[in-house]
């Protein structure tokens, strides 16, 4: 590979159409630095998260009233078009859509269990057309479902359009690196509707600051805080926690690890490193508090403090463990939010942090084993410069390992659908386009199925079914070019200085233009960057 075709696909999201040659590789890519928009028209034109979380809460309080007549009347009577009338003040999302395909996690309720790591998705227990059940509990739920996939079809599309018509494409490449780091998983009713805006909200205004300030938007954002949990933990020994146990109530709140975990192990510290589970217990004693505002209603949000305007980070004092803490040796003598606030500052700038991110960017960029000497440099300046993260790009970008002219990656589903529209010279998609062909190719947006994230590893992309899946799709999308495209031209465009002689010849040779559009998509050169 040339350098300018390592900057244009391995650093960026492959070449637009009609995009000017790079001349000087690592200052087109440090240039985009000042390019990048933070909120580009289609992410903006999206429904915010306080629309969204409020939408949540009124299907919240829909079910929390219907299950509180069931249990008065025994068996709630039916009250036909109830529901309905309640749905008629939701406001729908600018990107409409439904999705078939899109299932979600049942048992759905607040503080359902989350699933776990690597299960399969469960079918949706009811598909688009079938009746409305008559249990309004279930008819508030499909409800829910249905409202929860229009606002995540919205924000897949305008997630890729923002991919297509980006000026900043290795920036780009960063937000999606780091909303994988930070993975939600859309197959939780109330998290589905929140997924894009957890990418929207708290990664892409921090992709070219501190690492500190994206992980506190992040593990404060809503979509965070329920997909893990942690809105529903309790400490024991808080004032809410003691009321529970002195009422005897039939569930008990209590304290949940699940984000504690999975800051340390997943957005920090990585697996296995300097913790202990002593050290999760107490960190989740510390996070205690930190839930989200205005899901709940009535006298019961009100006493905990968490009444606020939907969809707000909030810390509710009285749902906090009391107490010092013992977190990796240290003593954390703070009381209230400056606990976990104060723990977490230490865990952004802690050298397992360092090492951890380090390993992981090397390995986005110069092969699935990165190299010792790459990740060495990244860990260097990830330490010396607090987590600043411009920096930290900079010392990707002057590594030459990093430009390595042998294809470092196996381009993932997402890598590849983007980078086929944009050699394409796609500028529009219908909506629900690019997330049928994400879930064909197996990397459905936002719904990794856990914490951790999809795989970076080509281990996971390029078995024989997944690769036929490709050459379908490249075929389907060829057809669409109807003969107007000349891939001959358009291959040295995409790899400047780095086409193969044989797939030129492939291209030369094919039987109609359309044929040589969808040779050059499964191309060696446009698999791997």
């Keep these: ?32 630095f000042d390019r990048y928009d933070a909120r580009p028209a289609p992410i903006a034109g999206l429904p915010s998260t306080s629309v969204i979380a409020g939408n949540l809460a ?16 025994g068996d709630m009577p039916q009250r036909p078009g109830q529901q309905r009338r309640r749905a008629a003040g939701y406001t729908p999302p600018a990107a409409s859509g439904t999705d078939p395909a899109m299932t979600m996690q049942d048992g759905t309720e607040p503080g359902a269990p989350m699933r776990r790591r690597n ?64 993975a939600v998983s859309a197959d939780k009713l ?27 938007a992040v593990e404060r954002h809503p979509a965070m805080l329920l997909y893990l949990d942690q809105a529903q933990s309790v400490g024991p020994n808080s004032v809410a926690g003691q009321v529970a146990q002195r009422r005897q109530a039939r569930q008990q709140p209590g304290l949940n690890e699940n984000l504690a975990r999975e800051i340390m192990e997943l957005h920090t510290l990585g697996v296995r490193t300097v913790y202990t589970q002593a050290d999760v217990t107490e960190f989740a004693r510390a996070m205690t508090g930190w839930t989200v505002s205005g899901l709940g209603r009535g006298a019961g949000a009100r006493f905990a403090g968490v009444d606020g305007n939907p969809g707000d980070f909030v810390f509710a004092d009285r749902i906090h463990e009391p107490g010092a803490r013992t977190i990796l040796g240290k003593q954390w003598p703070q009381q209230g939010y400056a606990q976990a606030s104060a723990v977490l500052d230490m865990l952004a700038t802690h050298p397992a942090t360092a090492k951890h991110i380090a390993t992981k960017l090397a390995r986005h960029f110069a092969g699935d ?31 030459p390992e990093a430009w390595a002219p042998k294809p470092a990656k196996f381009r993932t589903p997402w890598d590849w659908t983007i980078a086929s529209y944009r050699a394409l010279g796609t500028r529009e998609l219908q909506p629900l386009a690019a997330q049928n062909l994400l879930r064909q190719l197996g990397q459905p947006v936002w719904q990794p199925g856990s914490p951790a994230g999809w795989d970076d590893v080509a281990a996971s992309w390029a078995g024989p079914d997944a690769i036929m899946r490709r050459v379908e799709a490249a075929e389907r999308m060829a057809q669409r070019t109807r003969d107007t495209l000349d891939a001959r031209a358009r291959a040295a465009e ?27 998509l499964v191309a060696p050169e446009f698999m791997r960057r």
């Design 190 to 216: 109330t998290v589905v509707g929140l997924s894009g805006q957890l990418e929207f909200d708290a990664v892409r205004p921090h992709v070219l600051g501190k690492f500190r300030d994206m992980l506190f």
């Design 369 to 399: 084993d990165p190299p010792p000497a790459l990740v060495a440099k990244l860990e260097r300046s990830f330490l010396a410069t607090g987590g600043d993260l411009p920096s930290l790009y900079r010392a990707l970008i002057d590594a």
């Design 494 to 520: 995409l790899f400047p200085g780095a086409l193969s002689p044989s797939t030129a010849q492939a291209i030369a040779r094919a039987e109609s233009p359309g044929q040589g559009v969808a040779l050059m």
């Design 58 to 73: 009124d299907y919240l309080a829909d079910v929390r009233e219907q299950q509180r007549e069931r249990r008065q009347s």
């Design 119 to 182: 299960a399969p998705m469960q079918d949706m227990p009811m598909a688009e057309g079938q009746d409305m059940p008559r249990d309004p509990v279930q008819q508030a739920r499909q409800f829910a479902r249905r409202q929860g996939r229009d606002y995540y079809a919205g924000a897949v599309t305008a997630r890729c359009l923002a991919s297509l018509d980006t000026p900043a494409p290795f920036v780009e490449r960063m937000v999606h690196f780091w909303a994988n780091h930070f």
């Design 1 to 32: 590979m040339s350098d300018a075709s390592i900057a244009l696909n391995r650093f960026g999201l492959g070449v637009r159409a009609g995009e000017p040659p790079v001349t000087d590789p690592k200052r087109w890519l440090t240039g985009q």
